[in-house]
């Protein structure tokens, strides 16, 4: 059974679109995280909920909006698509934030790979 | 073989070598650390934390150490296997932020 899943795998669209990717995990934890990897695999954090409350918000701009409707999912919005945000994204699940101890070890999603055209 | 993180970001070593990665951090406040692997197509995966009170902890085959003083992490991996081939990041997370600083990654390659 997968623990964090995410649709689609894949995603091809032109610019100016809007898209959206999904998260879904079923250990039970508490907080999600979205991720970004560039080409270059290097991975930043953008987002982080706890309980459906945001509770980290990197410099990221507002064309993308997370909604995490239970604490079970959280899902990836971007208005208006840029070359610039082709890239890998990574949802990612932990039982408590990060803060330091095993319990908040995080486990990631298999990833979107997102190609805008 | 080892790597010297940005410097040579891959690492290529024989089938039973001993691989050693390295991961220079950032930032001086950061008091636990996580390795993490990342195989072709997939996320990251747990492979072994240490905490700043530590300086060197042991799991199945691999090793971490610390070096606060000049701020460096090392993945020590032995007897290196094919399996063992994917992109390696330390992370760094300080106290009281809840998230994680990754690092630019070291590619490991391992050569039957």
């Known amino acids: 059974d997968t623990a964090v899943s995410q649709t689609p795998k894949y995603l091809v669209t032109q610019m100016g679109n809007d898209k959206s990717i999904k998260c879904e995990q079923n250990?039970?934890?508490?907080?999600m995280y979205w991720y970004k990897q560039d080409s270059k695999k290097f991975l930043k954090i953008m987002f982080s909920?706890?309980?459906?409350?945001?509770?980290i918000n990197e410099t990221v701009p507002n064309r993308f909006s997370p909604k995490s409707p239970d604490k079970a999912h959280l899902n990836l919005h971007i208005n208006s698509l840029e070359l610039g945000d082709s890239a890998v994204y990574f949802c990612?699940?932990?039982?408590?934030?990060?803060?330091?101890?095993?319990?908040?070890?995080?486990?990631f999603g298999p990833g979107t790979r997102l190609t805008v055209l | 073989g080892e790597s010297v993180g940005l410097h040579l970001p891959t690492l290529s070593v024989q089938e039973g070598d001993n691989s050693i990665i390295n991961c220079a951090y950032s930032n001086s406040a950061s008091d636990y650390f996580i390795w993490y692997k990342q195989e072709s197509g997939k996320g990251p995966q747990f492979i072994i934390d240490i905490r700043s009170n530590m300086d060197k902890r042991q799991g199945q085959r691999v090793t971490v150490l610390l070096n606060k003083t000049v701020k460096h992490l090392s993945l020590q991996i032995a007897a290196t296997q094919p399996g063992d081939s994917a992109v390696y990041f330390c992370a760094e997370n300080m106290d009281n932020f809840n998230k994680f600083y990754f690092g630019s990654g070291t590619k490991l390659n391992v050569k039957p």
């Open positions: 990612a699940s932990s039982r408590i934030p990060a803060s330091g101890g095993a319990e908040d070890t995080q486990y």
């Open positions: 250990l039970g934890h508490d907080t």
């Open positions: 909920y706890n309980n459906k409350e945001l509770i």
